[in-house]
């Protein structure tokens, strides 16, 4: 019988015959990933990363990802990939993160990049995609960012996502669909979803750029316009004189109740009036989950205390490959993990007490010794 990782193992094979992968990273290579990862050399003061497991580890060589390394400093590093769009497609960001040293003040997020970002001079001027991931400073923020590029502008999601605080490592994961919705898992279980448009306050942006002709026609509509609709059975009699008659145009009929996108009975075409859209440039502008030239993820933030490392990165089309993928990496690794937290957790603690004991002897000891002394130069006086 085949163990449980082979058949995950198995299984994303299969799904990656499927799916379209646009970038993964895992640093199995050991320093081969310098020959992928770009360090930003814009400023001087730039902290640097390291491959590393960390303190604790699920497995010594899978658990190694990139780990910041100096104390307050900014840090900004990035990895270029072949060009894509997500037009009419899923978009799923994945990627896993530690911070085994209890973060206070700092980020924890990854950036999506066009594929013209400058590597060498990435900063927090670079324009991004997407931003996404956990950020925490002091005991007011602790949130998940999902930040999203639209119109010249990058607009964050209304709701409050809370990220995880502990020192363990967690598997982040974004989903953008071709529907205009979205989901956020945290460890695989969904902790936020919904719609892009609502949820990231974008619908004041959906007006429509309206010619003078179409303005016209709006002031010749009677006000109740809106309350009817055409007659799509009707068809012009036989015996109507267009230079007599004027331009035929069907009957408007009383419009019956409207309500959850459902057409009443009786109406076979889509015509309801209010619902037609003649300016297709509106479409073109409203593509709020698409962008056309991804081609690079990057680590771009803040940390006040150093030692998260980033693992598992993932890009893809396909939401199932992304689970598997989580199952495969992080899920393995994440129950050994905490196994070897609680060993050294244990081992401090006796180290400690022993530590208590031998000085509380030694004071014992020394408090011995000084008696003696007292009393041997008191019998020489």
């Not at 026609?217 to 316009?225: A, G, I, R, S, V």
């Not at 990057?298 to 150093?306: A, I, K, P």
């Not at 693992?311 to 129950?335: H, M, P, R, V």
């Amino acid at each position: 019988m085949a163990s449980t990782p082979v058949l995950l193992c198995a299984i994303c094979v299969l799904r990656a015959a499927l799916a379209t992968i646009y970038f993964q990273e895992e640093f199995l290579d050991g320093e081969r990933w310098r020959n992928r990862w770009v360090q930003s050399t814009n400023d001087t003061q730039f902290g640097y990363f390291r491959l590393s497991s960390g303190k604790f580890y699920g497995h010594k060589e899978k658990d190694k990802g990139l780990q910041t390394t100096q104390n307050s400093r900014f840090y900004a590093i990035s990895a270029r990939f072949k060009p894509f769009s997500n037009k009419g497609k899923t978009l799923v960001i994945q990627y896993t993160v530690k911070h085994e040293q209890k973060m206070d003040c700092g980020g924890g997020y990854i950036k999506i990049f066009p594929a013209d970002v400058d590597q060498k001079n990435l900063s927090g001027k670079s324009p991004y995609y997407i931003m996404f991931g956990p950020d925490i400073c002091g005991f007011d923020i602790k949130k998940v960012h999902v930040i999203l590029h639209f119109k010249n502008q990058y607009h964050s999601n209304k709701k409050p996502i809370r990220c995880k605080v502990d020192g363990f490592t967690h598997l982040y994961t974004l989903i953008l669909r071709p529907d205009l919705t979205y989901e956020v898992k945290i460890d695989g279980q969904t902790i936020e979803s919904g719609s892009i448009e609502y949820d990231w306050n974008l619908t004041s942006l959906k007006k429509l750029e309206k010619s003078p002709a179409e303005s016209k026609e709006k002031e010749n509509k009677p006000q109740d316009w809106e309350k009817h609709f055409l007659d799509a059975s009707a068809s012009k009699p036989s015996d109507w004189n267009h230079e007599l008659d004027g331009d035929w145009q069907a009957s408007l009929l009383q419009k019956p109740p409207y309500q959850d996108d459902l057409k009443p009975e009786g109406i076979d075409k889509d015509v309801w009036l209010h619902q037609k859209m003649k300016n297709t440039k509106y479409l073109l502008e409203y593509d709020l989950s698409e962008f056309e030239n991804i081609g690079a993820i990057g680590l771009e933030l803040w940390q006040v205390r150093s030692g998260t490392i980033f693992d598992n990165f993932l890009i893809t089309d396909d939401e199932e490959y992304a689970e598997n993928f989580g199952k495969a990496t992080w899920g393995e690794t994440k129950g050994p993990e905490r196994e070897m937290d609680a060993i050294q957790a244990k081992e401090e603690m006796k180290k400690a007490r022993e530590e208590d004991e031998e000085e509380l002897l030694m004071g014992k000891f020394d408090g011995k010794a000084n008696n003696f002394r007292r009393f041997h130069r008191r019998d020489e006086l």
